[in-house]
C-alpha cells in the first residue's frame, strides 16, 4: 500500500520541488552564469516524477482489480502529467536566459 501512496504522491512533490529549486537558483545563475544547476534541477526533478510513474506501473501489474488497482492508474496518469509540466518549465529555460526579464 505504501508504494500506491509514493506513486500518487511522489510527482507532485517533484513538480513542486521543481518550481521552488528553479525560482531559488535564479538569481545565483544571473551572478555565476552557470545555467546548468537549473538543467541539473530539471532532469533530477523529472527522474524523480517518473520513479513515481514506475512505481505505480510496478503495482499496476502486480495488484488486483478494485482500489489497489484505480490508486495505480492513478499514479501513472499523475506521473505523465506532471513529468510534462516539468518540461513544460523547463523550455523557458532552454529558450530563454535565465536573466531576461
Do not use: E
Not at 60 to 68: A, C, H, K, T, Y
Amino acid at each position: 500500500m505504501l508504494i500506491l501512496w509514493a506513486g500518487i504522491l511522489v510527482p507532485p512533490i517533484a513538480f513542486l520541488l521543481n518550481l521552488q529549486i528553479n525560482y531559488s537558483l535564479v538569481p545565483w545563475v544571473c551572478v555565476t552564469g552557470q545555467v546548468f544547476a537549473l538543467y541539473l534541477a530539471t532532469v533530477a526533478t523529472v527522474t524523480l516524477a517518473g520513479s513515481g510513474g514506475v512505481a505505480s506501473w510496478k503495482a499496476w501489474r502486480q495488484m488486483p482489480d478494485g482500489r489497489s488497482h484505480f490508486m495505480a492508474v492513478w499514479g501513472l496518469m499523475g506521473s505523465a502529467i506532471f513529468v510534462l509540466a516539468i518540461i513544460a518549465q523547463a523550455i523557458p529555460i532552454f529558450m530563454l536566459g535565465p536573466c531576461q526579464k
